[in-house]
């Protein structure tokens, strides 16, 4: 099975600015993933990381508010940019390999 | 209206009792179930994956049911244990077009006391 490593694992920002998390897995996975999860509830898909190429965002999310990187199969990063207090929450990375959906620690962000 | 639905959404129990927890879905068409386990501040970690043939599936004292006629699943856990507390989702995926169409419960956060 795959290890996905995440960090940070949790930042305190203040709202106008951007935060980057980055994803790496230890071995490649076809597709990764991020995800959003408000307490209490469950997670929600922001976007398929593609390598090489533009993200694809799911409805409701934009690239200009979560540019994504993946600029190989075992590195992608999420940028949750011009904060405000609404984008806290916990902010999860998955791959998968089409047999198995692994996950990071997840990051928990708190804007203030 | 969320396709996967959980219940209890919480449920305390002591240490040692046995508790089974339920996840309905409408989800269509249906390739695989999944239980998941997700302690706090940690991302969700697998339990069991069940595809439309298989009935029953156990992972040490996890055990899940599937019944893909009536589209319920559980999850027993036996003799629970102080590190069983957590939130446990279930997740349903589907075959389409998109390449991730894991659509996600909310979760039962079970807490186990001594």
């Known amino acids: 099975s795959a290890v996905i490593s995440q960090k940070p694992s949790r930042d305190i920002c203040q709202r106008g600015t951007s935060l980057t998390i980055q994803c790496q897995v230890d071995?490649?996975?076809?597709?990764m993933f991020w995800y959003r999860q408000q307490p209490g509830q469950s997670l929600t898909l922001i976007a398929t990381a593609n390598q090489g190429s533009e993200a694809t965002y799911e409805s409701g999310f934009v690239i200009d508010k979560f540019p994504i990187s993946r600029p190989n199969l075992t590195f992608s990063t999420l940028t949750v940019s011009n904060m405000s207090p609404e984008d806290s929450s916990i902010y999860l990375c998955s791959g998968t390999d089409h047999t198995e959906a692994f996950f990071g620690q997840g990051t928990r962000l708190t804007v203030v | 209206k969320n396709q996967v639905e959980q219940s209890p959404q919480s449920l305390i129990i002591l240490e040692g009792k046995n508790c089974t927890l339920q996840c309905n879905y409408t989800v269509s068409p249906f390739s695989n179930l999944r239980w998941y386990k997700q302690d706090t501040g940690r991302g969700p970690v697998s339990l069991t994956i069940?595809?439309?043939?298989?009935n029953t599936k156990s992972n040490g004292r996890y055990t899940a049911t599937l019944d893909a006629d009536t589209k319920q699943s559980s999850l027993h856990i036996t003799a629970s244990q102080l590190s069983d507390s957590a939130s446990y989702i279930c997740v349903v995926i589907s075959p389409a077009a998109h390449n991730n169409d894991m659509r996600f419960g909310a979760g039962t956060r079970l807490t186990v006391k001594p």
């Open positions: 071995s490649q996975v076809t597709m």
């Open positions: 069940m595809t439309f043939s298989e």
